[in-house]
C-alpha cells in the first residue's frame, strides 16, 4: 500500500496575442482560450516515506526555467523532505499553449522573446498542485496494465516511414500501413481506492498537433481531451476530484493525421471547427482505451504495485561526449558535437507543420553544401579541424544553423536581411540589442532520469524521441536492470524536464527528414543517450549511500541583463508589428 494524492491547477495564462509554442510560426498567436489548460500532479510516497512527484502540464515542453524555479519553490516549502531526483515534470507537447516559457534563446523568437508571467503562472499552478496533491495523500492501492490500440482504430501514423524503414531491428511497411510503424501500445498506472479506480497515467506516443498552425486559441488538443473526458466519466461514476494525466512516450514520428497517399489533401479537408472535433476525437479514443484497461473486471490483468521508490538523475552535456563503442557499432572515437539544426529542420514536417516554402529550402541546401565543401578544401585553415569534428559528428545533415557557435554558414547570426522573414527580422533585434552574446540559443547541459515505483523503471527523457530511439532505449536500461529481478518492467516517458529537440536512430538520422533535421548534436545523438542511461541505470541497482554519479551538473546561468534585453514587458505589439513590417 502507497499514501498517493493528486490535484490539478488551471495554468492561468492570459492570450494576449503572443505566438504559441511548437510549431515556430510567426503567425501563430492566441487570441483566445478554447479550452482550460492544467498542471497535473500526483505524489506517492512508499512505506520508507520517498516521495515520487509525477506532474504532467498542458504546454509544448518543459523548460530547463520551469524546473529550476518549481525545485526552488519546492525546496523552501518542504525542506529536507524533498528530493529534486524524485520529481518528473513532463509536457503533453500541445502546440497550442503558451510560448516565451524558456530563458534560452532560440525557441521564444516567435513568442516574440521571453514571456516572465507565462513561465510565473506555470510555476504557480504547478507548485500549487503539488501541494494540493500532497495534501491529499490517502492509503491507494497502485495497479499497472497495458492495452494495444486495435489496428483499425485511427489514432496515430509515423510521419517518417522511409527513416523508420532503414532500421534494422523492424519490418518494413509501406506508405499504406503508416500506421502499423509506431508503438501501438498504451501503458497505464491506475489508483485504486476500496478496490475503485480513481485517478490514472496513461503513456502513448502521439503528437499534440491534431490543431494546426492556423487556429488562435490555447488548447489542451488530443492529450488534453483525453483527460477531461476521462475525469468526466470517472466524476459521473461518483468518483471526486480524479485527475488523469495523459503523457506521452515515443512521440517523435507520430502524427495523429494520416501519412499515406494523398496525405495534404487529406489533411487539408479538416479545418476550423473540424480541426476541434478531430482532436476531440482523437482524444475519445485515447480515454475510452485507458478507462476500459483499468476498469475491467478481470483483476489478473492488471499487474499490483509492490516496492520501493528510488530516482537518479543526472544533467549531461549532450554537445560533448565521446561514446562507447559497443552503442556506435563498434566506430572508435565517435563524439555528439554541438546542437546544429539541418536544413530539414526549417523544411518542417510533411503534414503536421510545413515550413518554408520549398524554393527557400532548395537555396538552402545549396548553400550548406557549398559551405561544407569550403570548409573540407583548406586543411591549413585555423578552423580545418574543428569542421572536420562537426561533419564527422553532424554526418549527413545540411547544417544551416550552428546553434552552439552562433553561427548561419558560418557567419554570426544576425547577418541574413530582416527583410527575408519576421523571425530573422526578430533575430537580428535580439543580436543588436545585445541580448544573445553570451545566452544559449539552445540547451545542451540536460537532465536525464530513471525513477523506480516498485517493479516499475520509468525512464525520464528530454525531447522527442522516434519509436526505435525509445525502444533502443528501453532495451539498453532493461538489459542492465534486470540484472535485479524485482524491477519487472520498463517504460519511458518523453518531453520530460526539459526540451532537446529530437532523438533518431542513427539509420533514420541517415534520410535527414525532420526529425533528423532537428536532431541537434548529431547522428550519434542516440548513441550518447543509450550510454549515459545504462550508466544511471547502473547507479539504480546501488544502495543510495554507495553511488557515484554527477549530481552537481546543471545548466550554466543565463546572464539576466541579457534575459531583461529579450524580455516582452508589454511590447509585444511593437514587435509584431515591426516583424510583420519587414
Known amino acids: 500500500m502507497y499514501q498517493v494524492g493528486w490535484d490539478k491547477q488551471q495554468i492561468k495564462v492570459i492570450p494576449k496575442g503572443y505566438a504559441m509554442f511548437g510549431y515556430g510560426q510567426w503567425s501563430h498567436r492566441a487570441y483566445e482560450q478554447r479550452t482550460a489548460l492544467y498542471a497535473r500532479s500526483v505524489s506517492i510516497v512508499d512505506q520508507q516515506h520517498n516521495r515520487l512527484l509525477i506532474c504532467c502540464l498542458d504546454l509544448g515542453c518543459i523548460t530547463h526555467a ?14 529536507s523532505a524533498f528530493d529534486e531526483n524524485q520529481l518528473v515534470l513532463m509536457a503533453t507537447h500541445t502546440h497550442s499553449g503558451p510560448g516565451g516559457c524558456g530563458h534560452e534563446a532560440l525557441y521564444n523568437m516567435p513568442t516574440p522573446g521571453f514571456v516572465p508571467e507565462h513561465l510565473n503562472a506555470i510555476v504557480e499552478a504547478l507548485v500549487q498542485s503539488i501541494k494540493n496533491a500532497i495534501a491529499s495523500e490517502q492509503d491507494t492501492e497502485i495497479f499497472l496494465s497495458t492495452q494495444h490500440f486495435p489496428e483499425q482504430i485511427p489514432i496515430a501514423w509515423n510521419r517518417s516511414i522511409n527513416a523508420y524503414n532503414r532500421n534494422p531491428e523492424v519490418k518494413p511497411h509501406t506508405e499504406a500501413e ?21 485517478s490514472f497515467i496513461s503513456l502513448f506516443g502521439v503528437h499534440a498537433t491534431c490543431l494546426g498552425n492556423s487556429l488562435n486559441a490555447y488548447d489542451g488538443d488530443n492529450k488534453g481531451y483525453a483527460a477531461a473526458f476521462s475525469e468526466q466519466a470517472l466524476i459521473r461514476q461518483g468518483i471526486q476530484n480524479p485527475v488523469t ?8 514520428d507520430v502524427s495523429p493525421h494520416f501519412h499515406g497517399k494523398d496525405q495534404l489533401k487529406i489533411r487539408n479537408k479538416i479545418k476550423g471547427e473540424q480541426e476541434y472535433q478531430y482532436a476531440q476525437q482523437n482524444g475519445r479514443y485515447q480515454s475510452e482505451l485507458a478507462l476500459t484497461a483499468l476498469q475491467q473486471t478481470i483483476p489478473e490483468k492488471l499487474q499490483t504495485v509492490e516496492g520501493k521508490i528510488d530516482a537518479v538523475m543526472s544533467y549531461v552535456d549532450l554537445s560533448n561526449i565521446e561514446i562507447p563503442a559497443e552503442f556506435t557499432y563498434g566506430q572508435l572515437g565517435a563524439k555528439t558535437s554541438q546542437p546544429c539544426h539541418g536544413t530539414a529542420f526549417f523544411a518542417g514536417t510533411p ?16 548553400l550548406a553544401d557549398q559551405f561544407r565543401k569550403q570548409k573540407n578544401k583548406h586543411p591549413n585553415a585555423a578552423d580545418f579541424a574543428a569542421y572536420q569534428q562537426l561533419y564527422a559528428s553532424q554526418g549527413p545533415k545540411q547544417i544551416l544553423l550552428e546553434a552552439g557557435t552562433k553561427k548561419i554558414l558560418g557567419q554570426p547570426i544576425g547577418f541574413p536581411p530582416s527583410i527575408l522573414d519576421p523571425l530573422i527580422a526578430e533575430m537580428n533585434r535580439q543580436v543588436k540589442a545585445g541580448a544573445i552574446q553570451h545566452s544559449p540559443l539552445v540547451p545542451s547541459v540536460v537532465p536525464l532520469q530513471i525513477v523506480r515505483l516498485g517493479q516499475l523503471a520509468l525512464i525520464c527523457c528530454p525531447g522527442e524521441f522516434t519509436t526505435i530511439a525509445g525502444q533502443r532505449v528501453i532495451d539498453t536500461v532493461k538489459q542492465t536492470l534486470t540484472a535485479q529481478a524485482s524491477i519487472e518492467r520498463v517504460w519511458l516517458a518523453s518531453y520530460c524536464n526539459d526540451y532537446m529537440g529530437y532523438v533518431t ?11 533528423g533535421g532537428h536532431t541537434l548534436f548529431g547522428q550519434w545523438t542516440l ?26 551538473t546543471r545548466p550554466q546561468q543565463i546572464p539576466e541583463q541579457e534575459l531583461a534585453k529579450r524580455t516582452n514587458h508589454g511590447n509585444l505589439k511593437t514587435a509584431v508589428s515591426q516583424g510583420e513590417a519587414v
Do not use: W
Open 245 to 252: 494525466i495523459f503523457a506521452q512516450a515515443t512521440a517523435g
Open 505 to 515: 536512430t542513427y539509420e533514420e538520422y541517415q534520410q535527414q527528414a525532420y526529425e
Open 66 to 79: 520551469m524546473r529550476s524555479q518549481t525545485v526552488e519553490r519546492l525546496t523552501e516549502t518542504l525542506g
Open 527 to 552: 548513441a550518447a543517450c543509450q550510454s549515459k542511461f545504462k550508466d544511471l541505470a547502473e547507479q539504480l541497482l546501488l544502495e543510495k549511500n554507495k553511488r557515484h554519479y554527477d549530481e552537481m
Open 351 to 366: 503534414v503536421d507543420g510545413l515550413g518554408a516554402p520549398k524554393v527557400l529550402i532548395k537555396g538552402m541546401q545549396f
Open 178 to 198: 503508416t500506421h502499423l510503424a509506431l508503438n501501438r501500445e498504451m501503458q497505464l498506472i491506475g489508483f485504486y481506492r476500496e478496490q475503485k479506480l480513481q
